[in-house]
């Protein structure tokens, strides 16, 4: 009932922020500002604005334009095209996974266990309760190296800052809708601007979808129909010219994001061989920002308060057919179901003071507050299967998290040229934890250990910082080195199982992440605006890292701690070429390797490479604008065209390092005919038409020929379409 009354609260907020935005509601129009602007870019990466060529380390931003061109429907399609930046999907709900330059957990131990922190409108996130669908974004900015220094917890590997539009003292707005193969499309509407003299608004909305490439085997028909949904409205009050109040109200939903787990390698025609309605999911979520930003005479006061709420289920199996004939050698249907539900209310609160904008010393200091409560469901009916599991049977737990920072970071300028940088941050995080087993019927051990309950409660205290020193080579050029020490608190796994036989804490709590990073970079920035270039070497020593794995012999989950280094090199820039042309480009070298394991490790060695890593990536994008004459009463058309290609070299699959996931392609098209109203499109994704694999996993011997069973994900294969939009 809870949840219920929240969903009904936050879409009537929603609504009612979009009903203020009726035609009469808006006051005289002004007149747009030019979108081709050739300033330099401006971002809030370290909490305050700056020029990112100023920011002392690798920082890659994404702005409204770039997102559009290149049809990045998501925030994982976004950051995978970033350099140094590996994301992955089991295909479920909440299995979304990031790492940067290959630092990160090898093997998650829960959804919390997240070593990129998303920053939504100030508010922190983790991958699996962030909204990811993109919808009426002001730019994305991607943040290489620990951060923990401002953004606090979750951040040992680097943070995504996720700027949303806000609303204008003008009308404007669009609706776009597109529709291509497979019965994808995606429809989408923006409105903005003033409602009275000091209060504007914003609302925007999109419902997208598509048929998953994966069908039934024997037959034509999708195994999901994914359909996302998402609402935002936003109000902005100025009160005075040196006082702004912004309220952002959001709810997300999807539908059938299941996970489609087939036997390697893929066929041409994607195929799982399971009973119909067997997988199923769906996620809501709702967050609320308020952010309130005063200018003093001499610096900024913001006050940051956000709350989200998060609920999913979902329905998997542990093998399909095909799986289980080649695994077990049996025609598995029954038996090896799991149901998995999770529950996640979450608060923040920041105060900071900071500098203002292009103020010689850059300087910001504050506190934070976070507190969690989640809930986690997991049932298991492994009657067929390995019923002698603790997994089978039904798992309840209870994580509840409070995080306590104090921060600040400053750069001043020492000389004209040369500018120091320190930041440190303190932080007090507690946790604690509840979990009950209650065996299923078939389970063998049911009689002998019955329902079972654990309970345990932790806290600790550490420091994180940052130093750097930045040196104005010309004044288009600045080269910096930049030390940052990372941290990654103690925490619990999901699945703690031990305490059902009688064991100790052992498998439930994971010892906390160091990281000690090292960068050597250079920002080039044209004084126009019409070339940038950023080059970076890194390096990245890594102690008790987490990972989990499941021990064969009890088929208990456990968990244990990995040393790690990462070490490359990454460049990136743009060159407005003239003509109409602009290409942008970045690609890097990662080698990421394992160089300590938890004692009693059989299959991972030191030495081995960390999975889903590849040492080489590489995105290049080209974009084009052909002025044209007027025609059809098109104000201003030209006819434009994008084209991007992604490259993600051959990795290795699991930690184990027993096999290989094939190096692959992607390459994107966005094309068609704009004017200053109108747009009329084509585009297309994976032209090559490469179903690469997006994961892999190793199920061991098959007990028919004693080869290894290779599972994975897979991509979807060519999808063309058309779109439309409506500016004004």
Known sequence: MRSYLRKGLFTWLIIALGAILAPDGFSETKEKESVETLESIRVTARKAEESAKDVPFSLSVLTDTELENRRLESFEDALRQTPGVDVYSYGALGGDFMRIRGVGSLYRIGEDDTSVLINLDGVPL??????????????????????????????????????????????EGHVKGEYGTENTFNTEAVVSGPVTETLSARFAAKYSGYDNQIVYHGTDDPISKPKDAIVRGTLLWEPTDKTDVA?????????????????????????????????????????????????????????????????SNEDRLLYNKTLARALLGLDIVEGNKTYRSANMDAIYQEFRLSSKPGSDVFWVAGASYYQSDRDLTNSYDYEHVASYMAMNGKIDANFKTKNYGIFGEITYPLMERLKVTGGLRYTWDEK??????????????????????????????????????????????????TYARGYKAKAYQDLATGYIFGGNNSDLIVEAAKVNSYELGMKMETPNNRAGLNLALFFNDI????????????????????????????????????????????????????????????????????????????????????????????????????????YVGEREASAANNFQLDAHNKLDFRMGIMSEHMEFYV?????????????????????IDGRDVLAGGCSRGRILGLGVAYRF
């Open 247 to 311: 309220l952002i109200l959001g709810y997300e939903e999807k539908k059938n994001r299941t996970e489609a787990m087939l036997l390697m390698p893929f066929d041409d025609k994607q195929e799982l061989d399971a009973p119909p309605g067997s997988l199923d999911s769906e996620r809501d979520s709702q967050r609320a920002t308020l952010d309130v930003t005063h200018e003093f005479e001499n610096m900024m006061l913001t006050s940051v308060t956000g709350y989200s709420q998060m609920d």
């Open 543 to 646: 102690k008790d890292d987490h990972v989990s794995y499941v021990d064969l012999v009890t088929m208990t989950s456990k968990i244990g701690n990995n040393d790690t280094q990462t070490k490359g090199i990454e460049v990136e820039g743009f060159w407005k070429i003239g003509m109409g042309f602009t290409v942008r480009a970045g690609g890097g070298y990662t080698d990421a390797e394992i160089t300590g394991v938890p004692e009693g490790s059989k299959d991972v060695k030191e030495g081995n490479a960390i999975p889903d890593t590849p040492k080489w990536n590489a995105t290049v994008s080209i974009t084009h604008h052909l002025p044209l004459s007027s025609f059809w009463g098109m104000t201003s058309p030209s006819f434009f065209t994008c084209i991007t290609n992604r």
């Open 432 to 481: 604690e934890y509840k979990s009950s087993w209650t065996p299923s019927a078939t389970n063998p051990y049911a009689m002998y250990y019955g329902p079972a309950s654990d309970a345990d409660e932790m806290s600790s205290s550490f420091a994180t910082g940052r130093a750097s020193i930045s040196y104005a080579v010309t004044e288009t050029i600045n080269a910096y080195f």
């Open 683 to 703: 585009w297309g994704e994976n032209l090559l038409d490469e179903v690469y694999q997006l994961y892999g996993v190793n199920f061991g011997k098959s007990a």
């Open 126 to 171: 983790s991958m699996s309760s962030a909204s990811m669908s993109i919808l009426d974004i002001e730019r994305l900015e991607v943040m290489k190296g620990p951060q923990g220094t401002l953004m606090g917890r979750n951040s040992e590997a680097g943070a995504v800052n996720i700027v949303t539009k806000k609303p204008t003292r003008h009308l």
